[in-house]
């Protein structure tokens, strides 16, 4: 019988909690055949090459929230990445000490910590600490109450997870941005990877017989897996993917009009590669016009797209169905200038 899936969010949660728990940290090995989402596939002397690529994601993931995951290189052997340990080091994920509560909002964490000690995470972290003590490890007690602010994914990730440890076709349905209904899709899944807070894969699609990446959001219903494999041709194609994303990124380029001291100021002069135009414009750059239009549209009146003209129309396309949708059909004769 296969070992039961653990979910993303549960395996992150309990390795933060395990690497929290012990201040010398672990060595790969320790972690894939101690942590829960791990060790009921783990096989000693055998091949966890899949648990491995795995383990890398994740420690992503845990970076990415703003956790400080250390690396610590073996005095006798450095350098050597199965003799390496991985720590969270609890003091650099403490709260600040000039951070202060009364003792209403004192009272209220506790009862909160209590509840989720009493639920989901008292089994966790006993189970956690047995296992590491079975190692031979001390380990401290986790704080009370401590939960990493874990995002939720796509539900078309796991199925392409697996997809991709098996090296399986997965068939699934993708709608296209100005498209009214889904195709069918059947690829050959490569990698999953994160571009800017997006969940994406990068896959061979058969239909069209070359490589092509999905975005996760705009994947219809769940993926299936078959049971066909496929022999992956060629290599480091994780890379590869971000790698054009991030030319996709440097050439798309688009120029707003933002009222200064509103939330749009605020969250696209935080953009990565945001610069100013000599007038005050904010240069953003972006990979994918439809996502940047449904952002700006939804600021309103607090932004006006200069360019490009492409982006200039999708943004007045949302900006006139919202319009159409809460007072009714427009006439051709009324203005779609919302600052967009």
Known sequence: MSPQKVPVEERLFSLVLTLVATEAGLTKAEILSSVQGY???YRERGDNSALERQ???????????????????DPGDPGNNQSMRYRIPKAAYDLPADITFSPEEMALLLLAATVWREGSLSAESRRAIMKLRALGLEADDPVVGLAPRVRTRESAFEP????????AVVNFEYLKPGE????????EPLALVQFHGRWLLHAHDRGADAPRTFLLSRVIGTPRVTATTFVPRG???ASHALD????IWERNRAELDVLP?????????????TSRTSDGNLLIHYSDTALLADELAA???EVRVVSPPRLVQAVRDRLGLTLSTHTGPRSEHEGTDARA
Do not use: H
């Open 180 to 187: 009214s209904a889904p195709t069918k899709r059947v690829a």
């Open 160 to 167: 392409f997870e697996v997809a991709l440890e098996r090296n």
């Open 261 to 273: 001291a509103t939330d749009a100021w605020v969250r696209l002069g935080k953009r990565e590669d």
């Open 39 to 41: 060790s009921s596939r």
């Open 244 to 247: 054009e994303l991030q030319k």
């Open 55 to 73: 383990f890398e994601r994740d420690k992503d993931d845990i970076r990415e929230l703003g956790i400080p995951l250390e690396t610590v290189d």
């Open 235 to 237: 290599s480091d194609f």
């Open 299 to 301: 600021y309103g009146p």
